[in-house]
T-cell receptor, first 111, second 116 residues
Framework: GESVGLHLPTLSVQEGDNSIINCAYSNSASDYFIWYKQESGKGPQFIIDIRSNMDKRQGQRVTVLLNKTVKHLSLQIAATQPGDSAVYFC??????????FGKGTMLLVSP | KAGVTQTPRYLIKTRGQQVTLSCSPI?????VSWYQQTPGQGLQFLFEYFSETQRNKGNFPGRFSGRQFSNSRSEMNVSTLELGDSALYLCASSLRFGLTSYNEQFFGPGTRLTVL
């Protein structure tokens, strides 16, 4: 498959563990944030989003936390599965339909 | 409903040539954005189109251009290719202009451009 990034921070977990992926964003004016998952050879896939008027949002097995004070986002994945192995990106939107992406974190899940 | 499609999926060009990449958004989507993805720089915004008009442009040289047609399909063109233009070019579409929880952006699989 195609590599989406070299020298990415890597998080290695065991199947069944909870995973936490962190992201620092850059623009204090950003008001909408998204986490994407990218598997080898594919485009980014939407996981969960959160608006700046919220601190926490939950989805199926995923939770996003937003700390605007320190411009920090985190993605928590419960009961991580081998199929969760991918590169995860946070993205911020401060207007238009333009996204500014973080550098990404590679999640490796061992069975 | 078909997703975002991009053609071609793979392309090899030589320095100095030009290239045109195509993107067909999800049916009914009118906003199309383009991104460049490289191992060194990650995902970077190129430009965004809505209703055949460029609404926003990233920090790329004028060699990078694009357009959108009346059926919302979009093309991007890179002229005078350089080695550093080798990248995965991603297209994303959304229903309307401006992202919200009800107007998500969906990505295509990308076009892998290699410049020799």
């Amino acid at each position: 498959g195609e590599s989406v990034g070299l020298h990415l921070p890597t998080l290695s977990v065991q199947e069944g563990d909870n995973s936490i992926i962190n992201c620092a964003y850059s623009n204090s004016a950003s008001d909408y944030f998204i986490w994407y998952k990218q598997e080898s050879g594919k485009g980014p896939q939407f996981i969960i989003d959160i608006r700046s008027n919220m601190d926490k949002r939950q989805g199926q097995r995923v939770t996003v936390l937003l700390n605007k004070t320190v411009k920090h986002l985190s993605l928590q994945i419960a009961a991580t599965q081998p199929g969760d192995s991918a590169v995860y990106f946070c993205a911020e939107n401060s207007g238009y339909s333009t996204l500014t992406f973080g550098k990404g974190t590679m999640l490796l899940v061992s069975p | 409903k078909a997703g975002v499609t991009q053609t071609p999926r793979y392309l090899i060009k030589t320095r100095g040539q030009q290239v045109t990449l195509s993107c067909s958004p999800i049916s009914g989507h009118r906003s199309v954005s383009w991104y460049q993805q490289t191992p060194g720089q990650g995902l970077q915004f190129l430009f965004e189109y809505f209703s055949e008009t460029q609404r926003n442009k990233g920090n790329f040289p004028g060699r990078f251009s694009g357009r959108q047609f009346s059926n919302s399909r979009s093309e991007m063109n890179v002229s005078t290719l350089e080695l550093g233009d080798s990248a995965l070019y991603l297209c994303a579409s959304s229903l309307r202009f401006g992202l919200t929880s009800y107007n998500e952006q969906f990505f295509g699989p990308g076009t892998r451009l290699t410049v020799l």
